[in-house]
């Protein structure tokens, strides 16, 4: 209905080009879906727009732009509100229509062309492989997935990246802290990962010598010296003193955690096209070569022994250090040969998924991106917020480092995938969210996914009882207040989905599911099926199929299952 809208301003647009009224037809005409049932079931600012243009007031144009409008039996009647707005009014018949489309497209009704031949790099989650996933990458991880399915249900191509912190001190830090407990020793750095999973690595470590790593090393915080320096002198003696079996406990801590990863993930529905090693970016001098560059080009000056990169010269707050007085890269020289060839790969937008606690790392990246000659407005940076967790109403306390989190895994197993997926995406991604596990898990109307599945098992329950023939319905009868208002949210479908991929916002398509939900539940409260009358039957199986259908849609791209039964 609304593409036939569209073409109907169009003709009367060019009629007044034609007689001189405008002196083009723009375009995009803005057509939106009226949340008010009195103000019609769609309205556009059409007239708003082109005033300026036609030289009169809103409202006169508006009138004009109706008295050119072709006659259409799908149009019931317009009007003109408030400053200047055309509200349509659909006859029930072109309504209803939308109840063929939903059942011959089956699986494929919402899905759209719209980014044909646009090709999409989205890099989320990529957590330090440092240890399991917990509930905060959880939410990136169920927001990435979504976005991803979004887009690619309006036409996208997306590869989804996971970029592996394979390189650099904090893997340093992890496989000394599996050494430091292979051999035992009750001497624990303050900076080392506690967590149980390293004592469950640290028992797969075979034929490595258990050597005294403490000897010459800086005193830790918790005996007046400095942890920072403690951990790195342990991390130098572990590789000296190791040798080769230093790289073999490397490789071992790594694979076991980002082994880990990949299964939580998998598991969680969230799939990769690409793991990009950080190392490989060394492996192949691709960090070096790209600092030499921007050294080149008068981007980059030394001071006190190190190499800092003038990002303030692009927008940034200060300079920032490329290559320490020691030699070694920052983190963020890797993340500027990282997005320089993400860059070279040819895409058509590149958007990274950062935690919130990123928003400063913003302007070094784009600044690095400039200086490199590159697009910017090729690269999103989207935020996504840390996840509260409760349970009882209290709020489950987390630290990464000393290991008291709870992990993914954990959480699916409590609540399942469903609800996790779902509660993730129930917010804004720049908002921060509290997940209640009690709600989660809970079997009312208050958990949104549970009243949601609930009405997909229920339309299955009655067409299981109701074998009507629906080739018999007539949708034009379907004409009680409820029925209207089903119809109504089904047209919505289409343009929730779009908007909801355009915008990166999954939870608008969250609730929309939620209110058509409410929609059949009202209906299923209020009406009989199993009538006498076999058309009436037949055509309210019918409209119940196709918000099933819809659900199932909806709910897929949200990674939900939609039960048959519950």
Known sequence: MKEQLQILLTQSLEALVATGVIVEVPDNIRIDHSKDKAQGDFASNIAMMLAKQAKCAPRGLAEQIIANLPDSIDVEKTEIAGPGFINFFMSQGSSASVLDQIIDQGERYGLSDFGANQRVLLEFVSANPTGPLHVGHGRGAAYGATVSNLLRAIGFEVDNEYYVNDAGRQMDILATSVYLRYIETEKFPDNGYKGDYIFDIAKQVNDIAKLDIFDEVCADEKDGGDKEKHIDDLIANCKRLLGDDYKTLFDLAINQILGGIKTDLAEFGVEYQQWFSEQSLFDSAKTKTTIEALQASGHIFEKDGALWFKTTDFGDDLDRVVVRDNGMHTYFASDIAYHLEKFERGYDKIINIWGADHHGYIARVKASIKALEHDTDKLEILLVQFANLYRGGEKVAMSTRSGSFVTLEELRNEVGNDAARFFYVLRKSEQHMDFDLDLAKSKTNENPVFYIQYAHARICSVLKQNAGNTE????????????????????????????????????????????????????????????????????????????????ANGLGLLGVDAPNSM
């Open 472 to 551: 018999q319905a007539d949708s034009s009868i379907l004409s009680n207040e409820l029925e209207v208002a089903l119809i109504k949210q089904l047209n919505r479908y289409k343009d929730v989905l779009q908007s909801s991929a355009l915008n990166y916002e999954p939870h608008v398509l969250a609730y929309y599911l939620r209110d058509l939900a409410g929609d059949f539940h009202s209906y299923y409260n209020n009406s009989e099926f199993l009538v006498e009358d076999d058309i009436l039957r037949n055509s309210r199986l019918f409209l119940i199929s196709a918000v099933k259908q819809v659900l």
